[in-house]
């Protein structure tokens, strides 16, 4: 059995969900002659029939299956989908309208996903196994071929900016031991041109480094991409170590500002006058606050704390520190817990009461 890749499309028209997500039609698949590359660089065509590709149980196969942003390294199972899924293929897998691709509708969850579509990633890639027929012929359709593709089976759906002959493209032996988690085969674009191949049978590619075009073997490709993959990974990984590194180094500046703002209003105080204000504070408070342990307080605390004890009505957070102080000797000064405002608001209308009493007597 081998593992393939072919490449289709999204519909360009979607739509987003109350959630962000992106729902929209999808292409996945057609009936035709594919090219893919041999191991020595040459390219084989293999037929993929209607008869195989609109066959219900492999329609039905793709249904429900998973969407990846790109081929993953291995076919997806219950292990690993969490750590590639992007997405979900639903609705019926089916022929599609004109009797040759088959349609289905797609919904993309993962936001980076959602970002790298609207900006043009809107190629998709089948991710299936087949059993190949090496019985070469001619499809009164299609052409010739040198292969059949029978008994079709999707695994996932994957996301691509285009299919290219490139690392991972060329056919492999399926008795290699890592057969079962790679893909064998990658379909060549329709308009790619043919491999070039040296006398040492080489597959020569062309890649681009900063505005060039280079060609170079594809073992060459393959190394330079991991390399490239490799760096900008690598840089991420200092940019975020710099960036913590400067987190911390400003936390640490903060800190070592607020201690230096504290140890510079020390050097301006009378330390001796400190501790005799602080020892006649507590003094004062206790006979409001009796039993009560203060050296644990804040001079405000203190403070707070005879305040509520003589009037419970009065509130101090959120207030100045010259309000509290005012309050704070009121406090200390009154042998009651009654409001010495309302107290006086009191008298007052108790007086305009005797007056207007004494009137209506002389009448």
């Not at 505005?211 to 840089?235: I, N, R």
């Not at 913590?244 to 020390?266: F, G, H, S, V």
């Not at 203060?294 to 403070?303: A, E, F, I, M, N």
Request: with cysteine.
């Amino acid at each position: 059995m081998q593992t393939r890749t072919c490449l289709a499309r999204l519909d360009g028209a979607w739509t987003k969900t109350d959630e962000g997500y992106l729902e929209t039609g999808v292409w996945p698949t057609k009936a035709g002659v594919f090219r893919y590359l041999n191991k020595d660089g040459s390219v084989r065509r293999e037929l993929r029939p209607r008869a195989e590709v609109h066959d219900a149980a492999s329609l039905a196969s793709l249904q429900n299956k998973p969407i990846t942003n790109s081929h993953p390294p291995e076919l997806l199972n219950s292990r690993n989908t969490r750590k590639y899924m992007v997405g979900v293929v639903h609705g019926d897998h089916q022929l599609a309208e004109d009797r040759l691709h088959t349609q289905a509708r797609a919904l993309v969850t993962d936001e980076d996903a959602i970002r790298d579509i609207q900006q043009g990633k809107q190629q998709v890639s089948c991710g299936y196994t087949c059993d190949i027929d090496f019985t070469p012929g001619a499809d009164a359709e299609f052409g010739e071929y040198d292969a059949i593709q029978r008994n079709i089976r999707y695994n996932h759906l994957a996301l691509e900016w285009r299919g290219r002959a490139g690392s991972g493209a060329r056919l492999r032996n399926d008795q290699s031991e890592d057969s079962a988690v790679r893909f064998d085969a990658l379909e060549l674009p329709e308009d790619a041109p043919e491999p070039i191949i040296n006398n040492k049978e080489t597959v020569m590619v062309k890649i681009r480094i900063d505005g060039k075009e280079y060609e170079v073997s594809e073992a060459a490709e393959v190394a330079l991409s991991h390399k490239f993959k490799a760096d900008a990974q690598a840089l991420d990984t200092a940019k975020a170590e710099a960036d913590a590194q400067k987190a911390r180094a400003d936390q640490m500046q903060a800190k070592y500002d607020a201690e230096k703002a504290r140890a510079d209003r020390l050097d301006g105080m009378d330390i001796t006058a400190m501790v005799k204000a602080r020892a006649a504070l507590e003094a004062q408070a206790q006979r409001v606050v009796k039993n009560t342990k203060l050296d644990s307080l804040s001079d405000r605390q203190v403070k707070e704390l005879v305040i509520k004890e003589r009037f419970d009505w009065a509130k101090t957070e959120g207030q100045s520190d010259d309000y509290v102080n005012a309050l704070y000797e009121s406090a200390i000064q009154t042998k009651t817990d009654k409001n010495p405002v309302l107290d006086a608001y009191d008298r007052a209308e108790s007086r305009s009461d005797s007056f207007w009493d004494q009137d209506a007597l002389a009448v």
